[in-house]
């Protein structure tokens, strides 16, 4: 089995106890991140939407933030979809999100026509992609002329600062002996340090983005860096 296949295969496997240990995990804060990111990226959109694609959507939280930020600015979102290789993860979602469609597609081959989605969003899941650079032109394919992409991601981090330490102790001598506690599977809180520092820094995300085509309208840093939020916008 493929490196990417394994992943997808984990995630199947942690799917029962996904979301209790990601609210004990990341101590809600989280929430937080989600909230300001679909607000601001909706925001920069500024008009309705026909369709959003949630990517690496998972167990469907993200949408769930999309639905307030909507409400809140009065922008309606007409049709929601999200996609994930991970069937088991899906299932979970389509019990959480009433208003949504369900698509099992690789971020690198998502079968929805050219230019047909205002926004598209991925939550804590490019790290996961192994074709990163195929999913970020399959971003560019499906957006319309003026759309909207957020990309929410923990980075790898060139220089460590005092609260880079802690985090890293946190993500890999802490976080692992929960997961394994409450998931059974050791695996996927061993990934997790091990997906973050194999990963891109926020500056060669960027860098990717822009090569694509993409402008850049936001790449910040939350909360002592731990998170980062991307808002990038395909031209008109
Ligand atoms: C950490 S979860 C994030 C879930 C959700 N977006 C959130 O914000 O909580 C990562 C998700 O990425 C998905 N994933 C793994 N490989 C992927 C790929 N190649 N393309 C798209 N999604 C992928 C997994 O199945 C999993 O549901």
């Known amino acids: 089995m493929d490196r990417q296949q394994k992943i997808i295969e984990m995630f199947d496997t942690i799917s029962p106890t ?15 991140w989600r909230r300001r990111a679909c607000h601001t990226a909706l925001k920069t959109y500024g008009k309705s939407a026909a369709l959003l694609l949630d990517v690496a959507s998972g167990t469907g939280d993200l949408v769930l933030y999309w639905n307030r930020a909507s409400k809140k ?7 929601v979809i999200c ?23 690789e971020a690198s081959a998502i079968e929805v026509a050219d230019g047909t989605a205002d926004l598209i969003s991925i939550g804590y899941g490019i790290r996961n992609v192994v074709e990163i650079d195929r999913a970020i ?7 319309k ?22 985090m890293r102790i ?18 996927a809180y061993t990934y997790l340090p091990e997906s973050i520092a194999a990963f891109l820094t926020k500056e060669a995300l960027v860098e990717k983005l822009q090569n694509a085509g993409f402008e850049i309208v936001e790449a910040r840093d939350e ?14």
């Open 170 to 187: 946190y993500i890999s001598k802490v976080l692992p002996s929960i997961g394994r506690a409450i998931s059974k599977d050791e695996r």
């Open 18 to 32: 996904y979301d209790r240990l990601n609210r004990i995990l990341s101590l809600g804060i989280d929430k937080g």
């Open 223 to 236: 909360t002592f860096a731990i998170s980062t939020s991307f808002i990038a916008r395909k031209p008109q």
């Open 145 to 166: 002329p003026g759309g909207v992409l957020l990309i929410l991601e923990f980075m790898q981090r060139e220089k460590q600062s005092f609260v880079d330490k802690l």
């Open 137 to 143: 032109s399959e971003f560019f394919r499906l957006l």
């Open 73 to 79: 600015l009065n922008l309606p979102i007409d049709h």
């Open 83 to 105: 996609v994930d290789p991970s069937v088991k993860m899906l299932e979970i979602a389509r019990r959480k999100v009433s208003f949504a469609e369900f698509l099992v597609n």
